[in-house]
């Protein structure tokens, strides 16, 4: 089946820094890629969805300019986490729409980013 | 808005039981209705899948039925294994292209 790659899988940095977290469709084109942030025993909650050539369409709530989301070609997107701080912890899932004819869409998850900001 | 719902877990089983995880959601229309797995530190795979009334999606030995009328998607599975210890997550999508709206997730725990 097809194969959405994160990277870094893991990353602890200091409060203030930025980090950049990559999301890969290896074996598929992307139009659409999707971003989650999941809590300790909470549900993946929607930050953002991200569309080849445009601007990301952010969820209520999540802040823009601190999320920043490019998504440049139909195999990649990025989330940069700008200025960490320590309420940033957390684990980011991006997820890739992968094209097909109408109802057969499919979207695959790629394993997860745990950012640590200390 | 849309949401879903499903039971707290951890649910703890001995190999071979009967499994049932409950979901339930709320939506407008009629939504798409998804199971997806998360093996420990793997990202979520698809399960299954319901996208009409009625409809039953089937992998791997789980079943569940798409249920409008008590707005449910309950996961079953006759005789769990030890390799399906993982967290399970209910899912909707109210159209193609959208993003899906997840439950809390259940942790399963198989021991042998």
């Known amino acids: 089946g097809a194969v959405v790659s994160q990277h870094p899988s893991w990353v602890i940095c200091k409060s203030g820094t930025s980090v950049k977290i990559e999301c890969r469709s290896l074996?598929?084109?992307?139009?659409?890629m999707f971003w989650y942030r999941q809590f300790p025993k909470q549900s993946l909650m929607l930050m953002a969805t991200?569309?080849?050539?445009?601007?990301?369409?952010?969820e209520q709530g999540v802040e823009k300019d601190k999320f920043l989301i490019n998504h440049a070609s139909l195999t990649l997107s990025t989330l940069t986490v700008t200025s960490a701080h320590p309420e940033d912890s957390s684990f980011y899932i991006c997820?890739?729409?992968?094209?097909?004819?109408?109802?057969?869409?499919?979207?695959?998850f790629g394993p997860g980013t745990r950012l640590l900001v200390l | 808005g849309d949401s879903v719902t499903q039971m707290e877990g951890p649910v703890t089983l001995s190999e071979e039981a009967f499994l049932t995880i409950n979901c339930t959601y709320t939506?407008?229309?009629?939504?798409?209705l998804f199971w997806y797995v998360q093996y420990p530190g793997e990202g979520l795979q698809l399960l299954l899948k319901?996208?009409?009334?009625?409809d039953k999606g089937s992998n791997k030995g789980f079943e569940a039925t798409y249920r409008k009328e008590t707005t449910s998607f309950h996961l079953e599975k006759g005789s769990v294994q030890v390799s399906d210890s993982a967290v399970y997550f209910c899912?909707?999508?109210?159209?193609?292209?959208?993003?899906?709206?997840f439950g809390k997730g259940t942790t399963l725990s198989v021991s042998s």
């Open positions: 074996d598929f084109q992307a139009t659409t």
């Open positions: 899912a909707l999508r109210h159209q193609a292209g959208t993003a899906l709206i």
């Open positions: 939506a407008t229309g009629y939504p798409s």
């Open positions: 997820s890739a729409r992968e094209n097909r004819e109408a109802g057969q869409e499919t979207q695959y």
């Open positions: 319901a996208t009409k009334a009625d």
């Open positions: 991200s569309n080849e050539g445009s601007k990301a369409t952010y």
